[in-house]
Every structure is written in structure tokens, then in C-alpha cells.
């Protein structure tokens, strides 16, 4: 059991300098996440930071981001399939904004250009990436280097929400597999907590508040979250 926790801790060390890099303007390594100065954050509040649905640090996969205001409130997301998410939990969803990935500043979703399917990882979907662009012409250029195919924003949303089934099931995987990690991270290295969480944004707010698990962040502080969370 030691040698596999040493194992879990010395690959959340390097999955932190891969998806946690960006807290200064030194550009990270994952293509999906931006320097936190670079990042635009339009929901507010200690969970600010993080996807308003799995709880995923924005910045981090910030090229995928989109908001919307989300029963009156502004949210963010860390990909079209959160924003989905809270789609389908039957909220009254409005004014939806993507990062156009030229300018790293939000676009209204109507005037967006995606590329669908390309090299470029996915966030949350199983396999096919999302990424948006404010003109055509960046699109298809983006397309013409990394593959996929250019669609409006409607044809990705019908997309998104057609895989979201399956998507869903690999996320629900995914995440039992980091709570696993997340309580060995979490007994290891992390104050005790009595307070009790429905999400990992909440859990993970609160972690960072009362600076209760050292300097955790990215993904291991992500799995500290899920465990939490259950």
C-alpha cells in the first residue's frame, strides 16, 4: 500500500506542473489550459475558479471553456459538455459565451466557429474535441493543421448533447477512479475535514480557503475533491 501511494503522489506532482502550471504567465504543457493571468473568469464567488459541474479548474482547460447565465446567476464551464450537463438538469439557461481561441476572450456562442473532432484532446467527452474560433478563417485554418471539421455552433451543441449519454458513463468512471486516489491523497496529506459537500467545486473551494491539504492543486487536488464530494 506505501509503494502505491508514493506512486499516486509522485504522479500527482507531475500532473500538477502539466495542468497546474499556469498560475504565473509561463505558458503549460496541456494544450487546453492558460496561464491563470490569461484566463478570464466571469463567475464569481470562492468557487470561482472552478467548472461549475465537475468542478474542474478552469484555467486548466480554459480553451474549452464556456459560460452562461444559469437561473439568473452567471456560471462557467470547463466544456460544452457541462454546460449541457446543466442543460439537461432542466435549468433555464441563457446568454451562452465560448472562448475564442484566437483571442482567449469570450464570443457570443452564435458567432462562433467550431472545430469538431480534431487531434487536440477533448474535455469530459469521450473522444471528440470541441474547439471555437471567431472566424471562419481561423477555423479552418485550425482544421487544416490538427484535423476535424468546422460547424456552427447549434450542429456541436446537437452533438454534444447526443453523445452525452455515453460521454456521461465515462465520466462517472473517470471520476470513481480519482475519488479512489483522492482519499489516499487526501488521508496522507490533508487536514481532517468535517464539513460535508454535494460537489467537488464546493469541496475544493474550501480546501483552497482554509489551505487544508498544503499546496495541492491540478488534478491531485481534483481527486481530493471527488473523494469529498461522495
Do not use: W
Not at 461549475?52 to 486548466?60: A, F, I, V
Not at 483522492?182 to 496522507?188: A, F, L, Q, S, V
Amino acid at each position: 500500500m506505501k509503494s502505491i501511494l508514493k506512486l499516486v503522489l509522485l504522479l500527482a506532482m507531475v500532473i500538477v506542473g502539466m495542468e497546474a502550471g499556469g498560475m504565473g504567465k509561463k505558458m503549460p504543457k496541456n494544450y487546453r489550459a492558460v496561464p491563470f493571468v490569461k484566463a478570464t473568469i466571469l463567475q464569481s464567488g470562492e468557487g470561482k475558479m472552478f467548472c461549475n459541474k465537475c468542478g474542474m479548474t478552469l484555467p486548466s482547460f480554459y480553451r474549452t471553456n464556456h459560460a452562461a447565465i444559469v437561473d439568473g446567476a452567471q456560471r462557467q464551464f470547463c466544456s460544452i459538455f457541462c454546460l449541457v450537463e446543466s442543460m439537461n438538469s432542466g435549468a433555464k439557461v441563457s446568454n451562452v459565451k465560448v472562448v475564442d481561441n484566437t483571442t482567449l476572450k469570450f464570443i457570443d456562442v452564435k458567432d462562433a466557429h467550431y472545430v469538431v473532432g480534431s487531434s487536440k484532446p477533448a474535455t469530459m467527452a469521450a473522444k471528440i474535441s470541441k474547439y471555437a474560433f471567431g472566424t471562419k478563417e481561423a477555423a479552418d485554418a485550425f482544421a487544416k493543421s490538427f484535423g476535424g471539421e468546422v460547424m456552427s455552433y447549434a450542429d456541436t451543441l446537437a452533438l454534444a448533447k447526443s453523445d452525452y449519454a455515453k460521454d456521461t458513463k465515462m465520466k462517472k468512471m473517470r471520476q470513481a477512479k480519482g475519488a479512489k486516489k483522492g482519499e489516499m491523497i487526501y488521508k496522507k496529506l490533508c487536514s481532517p475535514i468535517k464539513q460535508k459537500f454535494q460537489t467537488a467545486k464546493e469541496a475544493k473551494a474550501y480546501i483552497t480557503k482554509h489551505n487544508l491539504c498544503g499546496n495541492l492543486k491540478g488534478k491531485p487536488l481534483q481527486m481530493v475533491g471527488l473523494y469529498l464530494a461522495q
